[in-house]
């Protein structure tokens, strides 16, 4: 918490130190993700345009309700559910780690750390699983064998928009895997100890709770909305 | 006052957080896992039940508010922007509030579009052989149309 009362007595824009008290990095990976929630954005409103502007569209409960090692049974919203829970336990222990972070504590950083890498594989995973289930449905960019919910064949706008988007947020998720291993590692040999402070660790943990947060709102409009 | 200077810059350092913080982080956990499980009964409920058009698009409305909601938390709490600068939290926010605009507009050109079709240039609707089958009843219309 910003100590209130430095606050108060403080000339934040006489020079010298920050205006708004934080590291030139943190503030800069905000205006990224910033940045990065208009690309997303764009994409999510353009599929919500398209999907307004057309009569029918496939339902989802009928397109999406297989689970690995289930068969053919219909479990519709149970595999997005186990994804999206994994995804926010993984913020979960995101933010414990940087809590660990604060106290200078290296076991405890690294520690959830290396559990938030595992949550983000096992959701990497279960997309891919997704992804495969659903190829060898015949749905792929420019196919998609789903009939709209009226009856009607359905144009590839549905498979279009869903591989793009869920692929682009699994690359984000694929990248903050990669960022957070490193990082671990880092952090496992000592150097932010050496540097007095876990501020890395701060700010992969806020593009970390992005892609949860983009997540949220896929799940929302592809597969509950 | 003590600074810390990162980089060149200089910075006070937030005072540590107290051991609440890990409560705090415990209390979202569980406010964020209660709001997810609300919105994927709705969606069961919705699933299920075969209600008119419009008390559908009002659980909609509901899980899309609630779904606001979550953000609200992890951008607060996880992110920790709440314990930000009020400044530096404008600098966030503000912008964002373009969302607004964006989202009822290009629902609205959407939907637009569709009736200008619908009255230009309406086309014969080709039936798709049955791919997916539906588990429940015939007759059953709830979800999309």
Redesign the interface.
């Known amino acids: 918490?910003?100590?209130a009362a430095?606050?108060a007595n403080?000339k934040?824009w006489s020079g010298?130190?920050?205006?708004?008290?934080?590291?030139?990095?943190k503030?800069m990976m905000?205006y990224f993700l910033?940045s990065d929630?208009f690309t997303f954005?764009a994409f999510l409103?353009?599929y919500?345009?398209?999907?307004?502007?057309?009569?029918?569209?496939?339902?989802?409960?009928?397109?999406f309700?297989s689970f690995p090692f289930a068969g053919h049974a219909?479990l519709?919203?149970v595999f997005v559910?186990l994804m999206?829970?994994i995804l926010?336990v993984s913020?979960?222990t995101?933010?414990?780690a940087v809590?660990e972070g604060?106290?200078g504590n290296k076991k405890g950083v690294v520690k959830w750390m290396i559990w938030t890498i595992l949550g983000g594989l096992a959701f990497l995973s279960c997309q891919a699983w997704e992804w495969n289930h659903l190829y060898h449905q015949g749905a792929w960019w420019g196919r998609n064998?789903?009939?709209?919910?009226?009856?009607?064949?359905?144009s590839s706008n549905f498979a279009n928009f869903f591989f793009t988007i869920t692929g682009f947020h699994g690359f984000h998720v694929f990248s903050g895997v990669v960022i957070n291993i490193i990082v671990t590692i880092m952090a496992w040999r000592g150097v932010f100890e050496r540097r007095g402070?876990y501020?890395m660790i701060?700010k992969i943990?806020?593009y970390w709770?992005?892609v949860?947060?983009v997540w949220?709102?896929v799940f929302?409009f592809f597969?509950?909305? | 006052m003590e600074h810390q200077t990162f980089g060149g810059e200089v910075t006070i350092p937030h005072a540590a957080p107290g051991d609440d913080s890990k409560k705090r982080i415990w209390k979202t956990t569980i406010i964020l896992s209660i709001i997810t499980i609300v919105e994927l009964g709705v969606g069961y409920l919705l699933y299920f039940t075969d209600f008119s058009h419009l008390v559908d698009l009002m659980f909609k409305g509901a899980v899309i508010i609630l779904s606001f909601a979550k953000a609200f938390y992890i951008v607060s709490i996880f992110m920790h922007l709440g314990d930000e600068i009020r400044n530096m939290i404008m600098t966030i926010v503000v912008p964002l509030l373009l969302f607004v605009w964006f989202i009822i507009a290009f629902l609205w050109d959407g939907d637009s579009w569709k009736n200008l079709r619908n009255q230009y240039a309406p086309k014969d609707p080709v039936k798709a052989e049955q791919v997916t089958q539906p588990a429940h009843e015939e007759g059953h219309k709830g979800g999309l149309k």
């Open positions: 918490m910003a100590n430095a606050a403080t934040w010298g130190k920050s205006p708004f008290n934080v590291e030139y990095g503030l905000w910033m929630a954005g409103i353009s919500g345009t398209v999907r307004m502007s057309s009569i029918s569209w496939p339902d989802p409960n009928l397109v309700n219909n519709p919203l559910s999206t829970f926010i913020s979960v995101m933010v414990l809590h604060h106290h064998p789903f009939a709209n919910a009226d009856g009607t064949v359905a402070h501020l701060e943990g806020l709770h992005f949860d947060l949220v709102f929302l597969y509950l909305v």
